[in-house]
């Protein structure tokens, strides 16, 4: 394989590859604005200038300077085998400060409020590659304030001019809604008039922006970044299996940003995951249980509430009829195979039904003209559909949403889960169980906890861990963020403490919101989770260790056992300053 050497470190390539694609590959800094992986090379801000060297064949092979020794974009040469490349050249050296000089002129010293601050590569290439003072005495060029679209506020003056914003929205979106206006220090991004920024992709120009310019609204002033912690999340609002990054702190979710893999979303997600959390914290969030008591629906303690609903299910089956579990597309795998094990234990005949499974239009491509992958925007908006159906056909055979709201009447009692970011119930549903008697496990209020026997506190997306199956059939496994909000647990929890008591067992009390997986604590941050209450549970719920019992259970679910795609983990930062006692 031919090598190159960048930064005296060598390295193996591919014929056609970028020098700073290699460099990026093998974690070798070399400084860049304008070059994005997934975007064309206008080689443009010339940061990533360097000194190339390669063998000559008409003088023995011997090492030149190319092109007599100029300075060359790194984003913008191929490499050879045998060349030699460093940033590190007095005169590269020199080019970087001289750029990051020039890029200073105008660009307001406002760190203390820009967003950016702690993810700014204006920022961090100041210290690393920068003069350390400015020689610029006149007046800074002032540009004002824009609102670009319905998520996205642009700070111009911040603007280093990289066009990576405009050249993803000409390249990947190809709806053209940005322009360079005016010339020289006058120059701008702009949108169209009348045309603003809201394609469904809209909110990557945020993450593309290398410096505070393009900016989100809705984590605007929210929180400084180098608080936040991540966590490896998975889309949960539709089939994509994009992999994102639950961004969070002290317990409370702050952003969704895109987590790359090439295999599936390449670098991008859309606006629809980007912003679909916002029902983790909201008002319509269900707090604690709730029972039904004399016709009337009561707060309940846990103990109470799963009491009555062994007791609805256990009535069912003594009246000769039979019980109905609707598992959601939106809850993970291993919670759909332990609702099964649960339900099975009260009632071995339980009939399994999906859940209802929305779409809304047709899958959408966009072209990725730097990747042979297109990213697709899904139409199915549920993100496990496949493996819900998958796993309930292991246990016994999967029916349709649509025949249990046909013959809901038929059943005693019915294990109704949900956890939709929206609402989701329909006039139908309502109508098919008016004579049954509901067991609901859910995220957010509906008309339905009004019509329930019992109605369970489910937890978000981001309160859980587990496994999705996207529409392409690839498996991947997400981690837990935050503690689960106020008294609700995931429904993979409350399986198993279903399954306990109707072993004969007793739960034992714990402070709620902790699972075994938040990995999330970093020096001077602050754990979240109330714990003068205390919540009564059963064996810990934690995916890899269903997955195993899944494995066991029947040779179709033997993937869970080899075919389970992994997060990277997470390094946790290690501060380099010394913290203060205050
Ligand atoms: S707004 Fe950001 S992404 Fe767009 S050109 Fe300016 S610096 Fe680059
Ligand atoms: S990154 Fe190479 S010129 Fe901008």
């Known amino acids: 394989m031919p090598t190159v050497t960048i930064n005296g470190i060598e390295c193996e390539f591919t014929k056609g590859e970028m020098v700073i694609a290699i460099a990026n590959r093998n974690e070798i800094t070399i400084p860049q604005y304008c070059y994005h992986a997934g975007l064309s090379r206008p080689a443009q801000c010339r940061i990533c200038l360097a000194t190339f060297e390669a063998p000559n064949p008409r003088n023995d092979n011997k090492l030149e300077p190319m092109m007599g020794g100029k ?4 984003c913008a040469t191929e490499a050879s085998d045998g060349m030699v490349v460093t940033i590190e050249s007095e005169k590269a050296v020199a080019n970087q400060k001289a750029v990051m000089e020039f890029l200073l ?155 790359t893999n090439m295999d599936i979303n390449t670098w991008w997600i859309t606006d629809e995951v980007r912003y679909g959390w916002k029902f983790v914290h909201s008002d319509a969030r269900l707090t604690q249980p709730m029972r039904r ?42 919670e759909a195979y332990s609702l099964v094990k649960a339900t099975r234990m009260l009632d071995e005949n339980v009939e399994l039904f999906v859940g209802p499974i929305p779409t809304d239009g047709e899958d959408k491509s966009f072209p990725n003209p730097q990747h042979t992958k297109q990213f697709v925007q899904r139409a199915e908006k549920v993100p496990n559909a496949k493996g819900v159906k998958r796993v309930l056909e292991a246990m016994g055979g999967c029916k349709e949403y649509e025949t249990f709201v046909r013959r809901a009447g038929e059943y005693g009692a019915v294990v109704l889960t949900a956890n939709f970011p929206s609402t989701w119930v329909t006039d139908s549903l309502v109508d098919a169980i008016a004579n049954t008697k509901l067991i609901l496990i859910d995220t957010t209020d509906s008309v339905l906890c009004t019509k329930a026997e019992v109605v369970l506190p489910s937890s978000s997306f981001a309160e859980k861990n587990g496994s999705f199956e996207n529409c392409d059939g690839i498996i991947q496994h997400f981690d837990q963020g935050i503690p689960n909000q106020h008294q609700s647990k995931a429904e993979g929890q409350i399986a198993l403490d279903l399954i306990e ?77 010394e913290m203060v006692e205050l």
């Open 71 to 74: 300075l060359l974009p790194t």
């Open 105 to 259: 002129i105008n660009h307001p010293l406002d760190c203390p409020v820009c967003d950016q601050a702690g993810e700014c590569t204006l920022q961090d290439y100041s210290f690393q590659f920068g003069r350390g003072h400015s020689r610029f005495t006149d007046t800074k060029v002032v540009s004002p304030k824009k609102n670009m679209g319905e998520e996205i506020y642009m700070y111009s003056d911040r603007c280093i001019m990289c066009t990576r914003c405009v050249r993803f929205t000409d390249e990947v979106t190809e709806t053209h809604e940005l322009m360079i206006d005016g010339r020289g220090d006058k120059c701008t991004i702009d949108i169209f008039p009348g045309v603003g920024l809201n394609n469904p992709l809209a909110s990557n120009v945020i993450d593309l922006c290398p410096v505070g310019s393009l900016l989100d609204k809705d984590f605007l002033f929210a929180q400084r970044v180098w608080f936040l912690k991540r966590s490896a999340g998975i889309d949960p609002f539709t089939s994509s299996g994009d992999n994102i990054w639950v961004e969070h702190n002290q317990g409370r979710l702050y952003r969704i940003k895109p987590r």
């Open 293 to 334: 008591e004399h016709g009337m629906m009561v707060e309940a303690s846990w103990s109470r509430a799963y009491g009555q609903v062994i007791d609805t299910v256990l009535g069912a089956k003594a009246d000769g009829k039979k019980t109905a579990l609707v598992v959601s597309a939106t809850l993970t795998n291993e």
């Open 501 to 577: 008591l109707a072993a004969g067992g007793k739960l034992v009390e714990h402070a709620p919101g902790f699972g075994s997986l938040i990995v999330d604590e970093q020096p001077g941050q602050v754990a979240s989770t109330n714990d003068s209450i205390l919540i009564p549970r059963g064996e810990l719920y934690e995916a890899s260790v269903i997955r195993e019992r899944m494995v066991d259970e029947a040779d179709s679910l033997s993937m869970f056992g080899s075919d389970v795609k992994l997060p990277p983990r997470v390094e946790l930062v290690e501060s380099d300053m």
